[in-house]
Structure formats: structure tokens, C-alpha cells
């Protein structure tokens, strides 16, 4: 089993910045990706950003330039530096790993941190 436990949410006035922390412990091995996802009241979930195990990352068209998610591997953290922060921004974020077994593909969720953006 994976747990993730997420950390740095909060409130934020719009343009301001914050930085998300997700430290993975449990059975970890044969990790593909880590990454944040975020659902918004009343919306789906929906991707933020992904990093491979090889480093390459993967952003969401609305965050492109304002986020950068990085990932320790050793550690087995994936952070996610938020810029310039909007209200759309507001939502609950999720950190994801996806870890590949003999059986196939399994993805692990955080329990969500919240993240506002209001004036």
C-alpha cells in the first residue's frame, strides 16, 4: 500500500504565491508518475501537472507558466509551486501516484488539501 499526505494549503490573495508539499511512505516501488490534480466545487477532477520518474512533466494549459511541480525522488516528495494565483485556481488539490505492478497500473490519492484564492 501508498499513503500520500499533502501539505500547504491555505488562503491567498490573487497574484500571491504557495507551495504544495506531498511526501509519499508505504510500498514504494516501480513509481511512473507523480502528480497534483484539483476539483473545483461542482467540476470534475482535473489535471494540474505530472512528473514522470524521468523527470518529464506535463502541465494543464491554465497553469502552464504560473506552476512548476518538481519531485525528490529519494525522498519520494512532489511539490507544487504555485504563481500568481487566481481565483480560478480555488479548489482542492490532490496529489496522485501512479505505481506500476505485475497486475498493472494502481493509482494512490492524498486526502486533498484546499487551496483559496480570494481578495
Known amino acids: 500500500q501508498v499513503q500520500l499526505v499533502e501539505s500547504g494549503g491555505g488562503l491567498m490573495q490573487p497574484g500571491g504565491s504557495l507551495r504544495l508539499s506531498c511526501a509519499a511512505s508505504?510500498?514504494?516501488?516501480?513509481?511512473?508518475?507523480m502528480g497534483w490534480y484539483r476539483q473545483a466545487p461542482g467540476k470534475q477532477r482535473e489535471l494540474v501537472a505530472t512528473i514522470t520518474k524521468d523527470g518529464n512533466t506535463n502541465y494543464a494549459d491554465s497553469v502552464k507558466g504560473r506552476f512548476t511541480i518538481s519531485r525528490d525522488g529519494p525522498k519520494n516528495t512532489v511539490d507544487l509551486q504555485m504563481n500568481s494565483l487566481k481565483p480560478e485556481d480555488t479548489a482542492v488539490y490532490y496529489c496522485?501516484?501512479?505505481?506500476?505492478?505485475?497486475?498493472?497500473?494502481?493509482?494512490?490519492w492524498g486526502q486533498g488539501t484546499q487551496v483559496t484564492v480570494s481578495s
Open positions: 508505504g510500498t514504494l516501488f516501480g513509481i511512473n508518475a
Open positions: 496522485n501516484l501512479e505505481q506500476r505492478r505485475l497486475s498493472g497500473l494502481y493509482n494512490y
